[in-house]
């Protein structure tokens, strides 16, 4: 992944989710990137041929690597806030005090319960006070956090959370619009539902600026 990472910035957001109660249950590792994915490789053999695959097929054979590498590098790596992109807040010389909103991010995710994908779109909006932020930052912080196991209200309060720091605002609104595979392609199999989650905040939470909002992204 080529873009501009922040490790410092990743890891004060971190301490800033634990205090807030919405980061992701998880324990410190020491290994390194290349030994997850020897240790993953190793057991995602054991699970295919527990499936009965045949491992000396051609088009198996690779796989094991291929999923370990895919969670390490692609659709966990939002786990290693050494990640965390470069998200660096800068001063709102303009005083603009209106609402920024960014729309239709598209968000795949994967559920933290059955491993399948998560997949939908996050609305962000925040009214400046102090700090403003590149535009592309709020879309590659919600994908930050989307690429870990998650459940969808988590999500929504992590970005929140880490833009609340970043933008030393309240003045936060994400909503996500998303389908589970879990609910789509097993369980239920129910192929039409979405989930809508949203995290709230400041003026937001008034009525009327929760309606112009509600109008904004329609
Ligand atoms: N709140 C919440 N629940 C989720 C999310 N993703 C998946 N789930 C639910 O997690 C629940 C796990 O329930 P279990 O009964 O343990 O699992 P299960 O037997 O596979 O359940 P079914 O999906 O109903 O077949 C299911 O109801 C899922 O729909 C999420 O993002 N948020
Ligand atoms: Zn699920």
Not at 127 to 141: A, H
Request: neutral net charge; charged residues 25%.
């Amino acid at each position: 992944m080529k873009y501009s990472k922040d490790a410092a910035l990743g890891n004060a957001i971190k301490e800033y989710l634990v205090e807030k109660g919405v980061e992701t249950p998880v324990l410190m590792t020491d290994k390194s990137n290349t030994t997850k994915i020897r240790i993953i490789e190793k057991n995602f053999t054991n699970i295919m041929k527990t499936l009965g695959l045949d491992l000396s097929d051609d088009s198996l054979k690779d796989s094991p690597h291929r999923v370990a590498k895919m969670f390490v590098n692609e659709i966990f790596y939002g786990l290693d806030y050494g990640n965390f992109p470069k998200a660096t807040a800068v001063e709102n010389k303009m005083k603009y005090n209106e609402v920024v909103l960014v729309k239709n991010i598209s968000i795949t995710s994967t559920c933290e319960h059955h491993f399948v994908t998560i997949d939908g779109k996050c609305h962000i909006a925040y009214i400046p006070k102090e700090k403003v932020i590149g535009l592309s930052k709020i879309n590659r912080i919600a994908k930050f956090f989307a690429k870990r196991p998650q459940i969808q209200e988590r999500l929504s309060e992590q970005i929140y959370y880490a833009l609340s720091f970043i933008l030393e605002t309240e003045d936060i609104a994400v909503i996500i619009d998303a389908e589970h595979y879990c609910v789509k392609s097993r369980g239920i199999e129910d192929i039409s539902s979405s989930t809508t989650t949203s995290k709230i905040g400041g003026v937001f939470l008034d009525d009327s600026a929760r309606a112009e909002l509600i109008g904004l992204i329609k």
